[in-house]
């Protein structure tokens, strides 16, 4: 059974709309739940280790953020290519849509990134006690604080390892990148 360019096309267009969905699901979710966990580690001295989570969850939501984006791409490509003759304006070959929406998405991509690097750092400032020996009962906070600060480190990798594989930066093509036909 064949399936037209058109029918291709238009299958793709709810798939993109759905991880673009999901992709902002896990970014509010991780908003609320990093602010859940300062809130509730800010309340109490005693609690102050509930924030060493927070570097953690973000890492694992920059991850899942990073895989809808590059699926987004991946089949944005796709239709990119799939309506390369067709006639009129097109998202994916005027100069006026596409790259503007790709600048457009920088926004988002610094507003995303300050809130994240915000709560980690924050996150770890209220447990440094763990590292500089204040009121360290047990080593697993130890631990956790500097995992937690790996994990920070590995945000912002993700971040910009994502923006390069977007903006077809030649770093991103070293580490990130898969040739398309």
């Known amino acids: 059974m064949a399936v037209s ?3 291709r096309f238009l299958t793709l267009g ?8 999901s992709r902002e699901f896990v ?7 990093a602010g859940t966990l300062l809130s509730a580690a800010l309340t109490k001295e005693a609690r102050v280790e509930l ?37 009129g304006p097109t998202w ?13 998405r920088t926004i988002r991509d610094i507003g995303t990134g300050f809130f994240m690097i915000f709560t980690v ?10 590292i500089l020996g204040g009121h360290a009962k047990t080593a697993l906070p130890c631990v956790l604080w500097w995992g937690g600060l790996l994990c920070s480190l590995g945000v912002i990798a993700v971040m ?11 770093f ?3 580490l990130w990148w898969v040739e398309t036909y």
Do not use: C
């Open 14 to 21: 709810p798939e993109v709309a759905s991880r673009i969905q």
């Open 5 to 7: 360019e058109d029918a």
């Open 51 to 87: 924030a060493l989570a927070i570097p953690y969850i973000a890492l694992a939501s920059s991850l899942i953020g990073m895989h809808h984006d590059l699926l987004i791409g991946a089949i944005s490509d796709f239709m990119k290519e799939i309506s390369k003759n067709t006639p």
């Open 27 to 33: 970014l509010l979710s991780y908003m609320a739940l």
């Open 121 to 130: 750092a924050t996150s770890l400032f209220v447990n440094k006690e763990h």
């Open 172 to 174: 991103a093509k070293k």
């Open 92 to 104: 994916h070959h005027d100069p006026h849509f596409l790259p503007r929406g790709l600048r457009y």
């Open 160 to 170: 910009l390892i994502t923006w390069g594989v977007r903006n077809e930066k030649p």
